[in-house]
C-alpha cells in the first residue's frame, strides 16, 4: 500500500462547477497537509496549507482534513477554466527530515 | 519572489554518460531538494541537504549523487545515466517546518520549473 494514495484523473468538470479532489494516507503521524497546484510544463505551487485536522478556505478554495479517516479534500467552488491543472496532495510529521510525501496527483480539466 | 533555476529545461543524453543538473535559490533557504516526477507516482525524493556540504539520502538516491558546496547551490548528479533516469526531475528549497503548528512557518516547499532529462 502507498503511503498517500489519490485517484490519478483525469478529471472533466464543466465550467462553474464544484470539484472535489482527495487524498488517502496511512502514517498517522502526519499533521501537515498540503495541496500544491502544477501547471503543465510548470512546476508546483503551495495552494493550500492546514495544521491537524479542520477545515481551512481561501476564495474558491477549501482544504479539508479528517485525521480520524486519514482523508483529506480540496474543494473548488465556481471552476474555471483557469484551474485546470494537476492537484498534488503532500503531507509531513513534521519530524527529522521534515520531508512532504507526495500523492501521484490529479489531472484536473475545466471545460469552458 | 521566490526563485528557484534549474540549469537545463530539456536533456537528451546518452547511456553511460555522466549528468550535472544544477539548482540555485534566491531566497536563503536553509533546505533543498532534488525530486523525480514520474507518470501514476507522483514526486519521489531522490536526496536532500539542510545545510551547505550536508545531504541526506531520500527514497530512491541509487544511481545519484548530490553537491552542495554553497547555501544557494544544489547539484544532481547521474554518474553513468540508464534508460530508467529518463524523467522530470524538480529541484525545491524551503525554510525548515518550525513544528510549533499553524502559525509556525510552514515550511512551504518552492519549486523550480523541471528538466526533463530523456536517457538514450
Known amino acids: 500500500q502507498k503511503e498517500v494514495e489519490q485517484d490519478p484523473g483525469p478529471l472533466s468538470v464543466p465550467e462553474g462547477a464544484i470539484v472535489s479532489l482527495n487524498c488517502t494516507y496511512s502514517n498517522s503521524a502526519f499533521q501537515y497537509f498540503m495541496w500544491y497546484r502544477q501547471y503543465s510544463r510548470k512546476g508546483p505551487e503551495l495552494l493550500m496549507y492546514t495544521y491537524s485536522s479542520g477545515n481551512k478556505e481561501d476564495g474558491r478554495f477549501t482544504a479539508q482534513v479528517d485525521k480520524s479517516s486519514k482523508y483529506i479534500s480540496l474543494f473548488i467552488r465556481d471552476s474555471q477554466p483557469s484551474d485546470s491543472a494537476t492537484y498534488l496532495c503532500a503531507m509531513s510529521a513534521g519530524n527529522y527530515g521534515q520531508n512532504f510525501v507526495f500523492g501521484p496527483g490529479t489531472r484536473l480539466s475545466v471545460l469552458p | 519572489d521566490v526563485k528557484v533555476t534549474q540549469s537545463s529545461r530539456y536533456l537528451v543524453k546518452r547511456t553511460g554518460e555522466k549528468v550535472f543538473l544544477e539548482c540555485v535559490q534566491d531566497?536563503?533557504?536553509?533546505?533543498m531538494f532534488w525530486y523525480r516526477q514520474d507518470p501514476g507516482l507522483g514526486l519521489r525524493l531522490i536526496y536532500f541537504s539542510y545545510d551547505v556540504k550536508m545531504k541526506e539520502k531520500g527514497d530512491i538516491p541509487e544511481g545519484y549523487s548530490v553537491s552542495r558546496e554553497k547555501k544557494e547551490r544544489f547539484s544532481l548528479i547521474l554518474e553513468s545515466a540508464s534508460t530508467n533516469q529518463t524523467s522530470m526531475y524538480l529541484c525545491?528549497?524551503?525554510?525548515?517546518?518550525?513544528?510549533?503548528?499553524?502559525?509556525?512557518?510552514?515550511?512551504?516547499?518552492?519549486f523550480g520549473e523541471g528538466s526533463r532529462l530523456t536517457v538514450l
Open positions: 525545491a528549497s524551503s525554510f525548515p517546518l518550525l513544528t510549533t503548528g499553524d502559525l509556525a512557518n510552514t515550511g512551504e516547499l518552492f
Open positions: 531566497m536563503d533557504h536553509e533546505n
